[in-house]
């Protein structure tokens, strides 16, 4: 059984900065590649971003490239998202994947999602 926790969303003003974590648990997480995906209303889950389990590989999806980073601390089962220049697009509930494969398709286990919403 694999537990994910996010946690660091919040409100924030355009051009703000956020940063999101992810502890895992229950599995071998440095195992795994990571991914982060959000879901605004009405809208499909989308992929965000996706880093592999060494965190030298990463990849992410054209609507966020150059503003945000993923990270991942594998000695403490976390993996981060720091959310630079937001915008009012970005507002969504962002989730946590794990096995996340590098062209954004999610593995089974998702974190409970955490609330992000930019005010313009």
């Known amino acids: 059984q694999v537990q994910l926790i996010e946690s660091g969303g919040g409100l924030v003003q355009a051009g703000g900065s956020l940063r999101l974590s992810c502890t895992a648990s229950?599995?071998?997480?440095?195992?795994?590649?990571m991914g982060w995906f959000r879901q605004a209303p009405e809208k499909e889950r989308e992929f965000v971003a996706y880093i592999d389990r060494s965190g030298g590989i990463t990849n992410y999806a054209d609507s966020v490239k150059g503003r945000f980073t993923i990270s991942r601390d594998n000695a403490k089962n976390t993996v981060f998202l720091q959310m630079n220049s937001l915008e009012p697009e970005d507002t969504a509930v962002y989730y946590c994947n794990t096995a996340t494969t590098r062209i954004g398709v999610p593995g089974d286990y998702w974190g409970q999602g955490t609330q992000v919403t930019v005010s313009s």
């Open positions: 229950g599995r071998t997480f440095w195992w795994y590649g």
